[in-house]
Every structure is written in C-alpha cells, then in structure tokens.
C-alpha cells in the first residue's frame, strides 16, 4: 500500500510539471522567447460577403476612405462598389466605365436621390457641366484653371521643369474663363478659347474688373515671342480636352450648376454619374478629373456640414484621374466626404502621382487586394502592410482567386473575404443581414 501510494505521488507531481512546462528543457526552451517569436501562426479570419460589407460600411463611417486593387472581371465593382453605393443613404458622385455601375444601382439611386448623368451616350437624366460659365469670379476663375491644369494629361506626364509652362498657362486660362462667363455669344465664347485675339481677352477681363489678373497676362505675352509661344500653346493643350467634352456632350439640354448643387444637397440629395464608353475615356477623363477636383474643392471650402457625399470611383485612373485624391482621402471625413477609390493595380497609381503615389494609398484608411493580381508594385504594397500589420499568418495574393480578396486595416489586421454574390438580386439578400450585424 505505501509502494502504490509512493507511485501515486511521483506520477500526479510529474504530469503537473509537465502541464505547467516546468523543467530543464521547458526553461531552456523559454529562455530565448521573444514576444513576436512567442506569436501564434494563424490564417486570416475568413469573412463572408455580408459581415465584410457590414464591416466596410462602419469603416466609411468612421474612417471615410477606401482604396480597393483589383484586376479587370475580379468581382471589385460587382462585389464591394455596387452594395456599399446601393444602400449609401446620402448624396454621391460615381465613376463607371461601360455604365455596368451605373445601369446596376440606377434604380436604387433614383429612390433616395435626384440623378444626373453626364455621359457620351444618351440617358434620361443626361446632363452637361460647362467650367466656362462658371468662373462668375476671379477667385473662382482661378480655382477652375488650376484643376484644369493639373487634371490635363501632359501636365501628369510634364517634368518638373516642363511645368513651369503650365505655372503661366494656367494664368491664362483664368482669363479665358473669365472672360467667356457672361459670354452669350458662341462666336464670341469660341473667339475667346482659340486665342485668336488677344487683345480681346485682355479687355473682356479688364471688363470684369479683375486688372490684376489682365496684368499677369499682359505681362506673359510682352515676354520674348518664342517664351510666349510656348506658354500659348500649353494653354490650348489644357483647354482642348474641355472643349472637346463640350463639343461631344453639347446635346444634353440640362446644363449642371455644381455650386447650386453642393449648396442644395442637404435639402435635396443627388446622385451623380459620370460615365464614359472605353473608346471616350481618354476625351472625356481629364473633363472628368476637373469636374471631381473642383467639387472636392467646393466641399472642403464650405462651413462643416452633417450631409454627407460619398465619391465611389470606379476605374479611377481611366475615368477621372483626381489631381487631390490625397487630401480628399486623408480631411474629407472633416467635410462629410465618404471615398472609395478603385484601381487595376498600384502601377496605375504610380503612373498618375509619381513621388505621392504611397502618400495617397497610406491616407486612405482600408486597402483591399482583390485575387488575380500579378503587377509586382501591388504585390510588394501588399507585403510591406502584411509585415506593417504584424500579420504572421498565410496571408498572400498569389494564388488567391478571383472573387476573393484581402481587407487591411490598422488595429483589425488582415482578414480574408469570399465574395461569392455576383449578381444585384444576390446583394439584396445579404444587404438585410449586413445592416443587423452593422446594427448590432
């Protein structure tokens, strides 16, 4: 009995060193551990398509901004763009390229907004913004001309040397759209834009009383004939597009006030879609950029609001390349602004912003990888926020399939999502259950 009991005690007393990890080796072992080495490996949580859109919506809400990367046909418009605009309860602005945006959330828009389209095809809703009768003032005059400018693509592609022309040129589009805002004429409008007769312009913006603005000008074209030349022809080359949009949307009957419009939003929410076919997108998109640019800049210069707008741009750098996508991203919570800005890859974002490329994805809040992606910028984005995140799981775009994608978000880590819905009667579905959990 006491040789049993003995046994007992030896046996009981080494399983409770062994489950405490008491020991030689077990102190060995945990004498070198480190925090991070001490970290679990585990995958990313595998989100279903509703608790993700829950999630994003909450994002939008306390973070303001999206930027998603994705590769053409990879579920990023069907799936994350279209649910977040349907049940978006507010004023928006949306890019869509073939109209598949636009045709899917037509309905649900036009339930909770007024729409206005402005497209290369005919709509029912179609309309037209004219920046040449909107300068009504020097300052405003001079805000158009630089989103003009810089929305131009030779401007995205100039030097830093090579835009030192467009510096002076963007002086004298301020004149031009000075002088052709109270121009009833067409004769006199075109006469004006051609700069045919300079001497014209000078004294239509004399005419306004802006005479500082007529002596900038006056003193770019005493300069040398060849500088003035120069300048000249970088002032058609940012006019040029925007009269060409004009010229290709001059059917629509509605001309759109975007002032009248961001000023009446909180009394009469709007949606509005601007839309180009793949053979008009290079036309039509540094119109676009300026359209954008220019109410971005309205919305950030007024009073705070509690009325919100959600810019949701679909194929961004092919539609409305956005010159202040950055701080549209980073202070537009401040104004009520809601972004989710879509791209095919981080190239894209390279090609329009150069140096700030990183600055305008780090300001966006949450970044989404779609699968299929394969550019090697995106890919080494991708890492850098894995190991930024402290992710010491599985986490990678290689391999990943389509209708899949990774959310990264600071304090949440990665998360993985299968976006299996294709389809809007699919949304419908889920869009009940997304909005309890977001509720809850």
């Given amino acids: 009995m006491v040789f049993l009991g003995l046994l007992a005690f030896v046996v009981d007393r080494y399983l409770v060193k062994r489950r405490s990890g008491v020991g030689a080796e077990a102190n060995q072992r945990s004498k070198y551990r480190t925090p991070r080495s001490m970290a679990t490996t585990k995958k990313p949580e595998v989100l279903s398509a509703a608790r993700a859109l829950a999630r994003l919506r909450k994002s939008l809400e306390s973070c303001a901004s999206i930027v998603v990367f994705g590769p053409t046909r990879s579920g990023k418009t069907s799936s994350l763009l279209l649910p977040i605009l349907s049940r978006f309860d507010g004023s928006a602005v949306v890019t869509s390229v073939k109209k598949d945006l636009q045709t899917q959330s037509l309905e649900a828009r ?82 004006i834009c051609s700069l045919e007769d300079l001497d014209a312009l000078l004294s239509a913006v004399e005419t306004t009383g802006s005479y500082d603005l007529a002596q900038e000008i006056l003193s770019i074209l005493r300069t040398d004939e060849r500088h003035a030349s120069s300048v000249l022809i970088t002032v058609q080359s940012v006019l040029a597009p925007h009269l060409q949009a004009l010229s290709a949307l001059g059917s629509r009957v509605q001309k759109l006030d975007l002032v009248e419009l961001m000023v009446n939003r909180e009394r009469q929410k709007f949606t509005l879609y601007l839309s180009a076919s793949i053979s008009n997108q290079s036309r039509l ?23 919100r707008v959600l810019f949701a741009l679909d194929e961004l750098a092919n539609v409305a390349p956005v010159s202040d996508l950055a701080k549209l991203a980073s202070a537009g919570l401040s104004f009520g602004v809601r972004l989710v800005s879509v791209f095919q890859d981080y190239a894209q974002v390279k090609m329009l912003y150069g140096d700030l490329a990183g600055t305008v994805v780090n300001n966006h809040a949450v970044k989404i990888f779609f699968g299929g992606l394969t550019d090697p910028f995106t ?52 869009f009940t259950f997304a909005k309890k959990v977001t509720n809850n």
């Fill in 110 to 191: 036009r339930r909770c907004s007024k729409v206005f389209v402005i497209s290369d095809c005919p709509v029912d809703e179609g309309c037209f913004w004219d920046p040449f009768t909107q300068a009504t003032d020097v300052d405003r005059a001079r805000e158009i001309a630089h989103h003009m400018t810089i929305s131009s693509g030779e401007y995205r592609s100039a030097s830093a040397d090579s835009r030192f022309w467009y510096r002076l040129a963007e002086i004298l589009v301020s004149g031009v759209l000075l002088a052709t805002s109270s121009m009833t004429s067409e004769k006199e409008r075109r006469a």
């Fill in 285 to 307: 998109a540094p119109y676009f950029g300026t359209l954008i640019s220019y109410m971005s800049s309205l919305i950030m210069t007024e009073e705070k609001t509690t009325s």
């Fill in 379 to 430: 890919l080494d984005l991708f890492e850098r926020f894995r190991k930024d995140l402290e992710d010491q799981g599985s986490a990678s775009l290689i391999g990943l399939r389509r209708g899949a994608a990774y959310i990264c978000e600071m304090n949440k880590g990665i998360d993985k999502v299968n976006f299996k819905a294709r389809t809007y009667g699919d949304f419908q579905k889920i």
